[in-house]
């Protein structure tokens, strides 16, 4: 019988192998085998806990969306300023923060991204987490912006979020997070100039 207590343990000790092993090697070469001798617990442990690779990827995104949301949370609770456009470089600084951008969890976003295509559960974890950042955008534009105006902005928002991630995910180079910030900021003090034109 498990020790009360150790599966909270057992699924971090997973998910961070999980995050290693793509790292290392990729999602598709990452075996349950590999995984759980990096984890230092039996491929049956995975099974118990989490059914399949695409259970444990399941897992590990979770993980990582759950960061991204305290993430988000802290940055908003904390500003001095309540102006949509700071809630809104706030929202970007989450996004690109160190626990988003590093190289294991840049690989395993990549590896979600391309499972949630074939796999309807990752599909729905990944709709989730764009409907989210596509909402907390919607809110701070429609502060100053037209409905309409405010969802073009807020789609705009997201993609280049999406868009300077993807392209430094891609580039095998360090994730420059102050260019990232630099580009979006100007895009939202842009849009903001523009209206109060």
């Given at each position: 019988?498990?020790?009360?207590?150790?599966?909270?343990?057992?699924?971090?000790?997973?998910?961070?192998?999980?995050?290693?092993?793509?790292?290392?090697?990729?999602?598709?070469?990452?075996s349950?085998a590999?995984?759980?001798?990096?984890?230092?617990?039996s491929?049956?442990?995975?099974?118990?806990?989490?059914r399949?690779?695409?259970?444990?990827?399941?897992?590990?995104m979770?993980?990582?969306?759950s960061?991204?949301?305290?993430?988000?949370?802290?940055?908003?609770a904390?500003l001095?300023?309540?102006?949509?456009?700071?809630?809104?470089?706030?929202?970007?600084?989450?996004?690109?923060?160190?626990?988003?951008?590093?190289?294991?969890?840049?690989?395993?976003?990549?590896?979600?991204?391309?499972?949630?295509?074939?796999?309807?559960?990752?599909?729905?974890?990944?709709?989730?987490?764009?409907?989210?950042?596509?909402?907390?955008?919607?809110?701070?534009?429609?502060?100053?912006?037209?409905?309409?105006?405010?969802?073009?902005?807020?789609?705009?928002?997201?993609?280049?979020?999406?868009?300077?991630?993807?392209?430094?995910?891609?580039?095998?180079?360090?994730?420059?997070?102050?260019?990232?910030?630099l580009?979006t900021?100007?895009?939202i003090?842009?849009?903001?100039?523009?209206?109060?034109?």
């Amino acid at each position: 019988m498990p020790k009360v207590g150790m599966q909270p343990i057992r699924r971090q000790q997973l998910i961070d192998a999980t995050l290693a092993a793509v790292n290392e090697v990729g999602m598709h070469d990452a075996s349950i085998a590999q995984i759980a001798r990096r984890a230092g617990v039996s491929n049956g442990i995975i099974s118990h806990y989490f059914r399949d690779k695409n259970g444990l990827l399941e897992a590990t995104m979770r993980y990582l969306l759950s960061h991204l949301g305290d993430s988000v949370k802290q940055r908003l609770a904390t500003l001095n300023d309540d102006a949509p456009t700071a809630r809104l470089r706030a929202i970007a600084q989450a996004n690109f923060d160190e626990g988003q951008t590093n190289d294991p969890a840049m690989k395993t976003w990549l590896a979600f991204w391309a499972s949630s295509m074939h796999h309807p559960q990752l599909y729905r974890l990944q709709q989730v987490n764009s409907r989210r950042l596509y909402s907390n955008l919607c809110v701070e534009f429609r502060r100053f912006l037209p409905h309409h105006e405010a969802r073009l902005a807020a789609k705009g928002l997201a993609g280049l979020i999406d868009g300077l991630w993807l392209r430094s995910a891609l580039s095998h180079q360090v994730f420059d997070r102050q260019e990232a910030l630099l580009i979006t900021h100007r895009y939202i003090e842009s849009l903001a100039q523009s209206a109060a034109r």
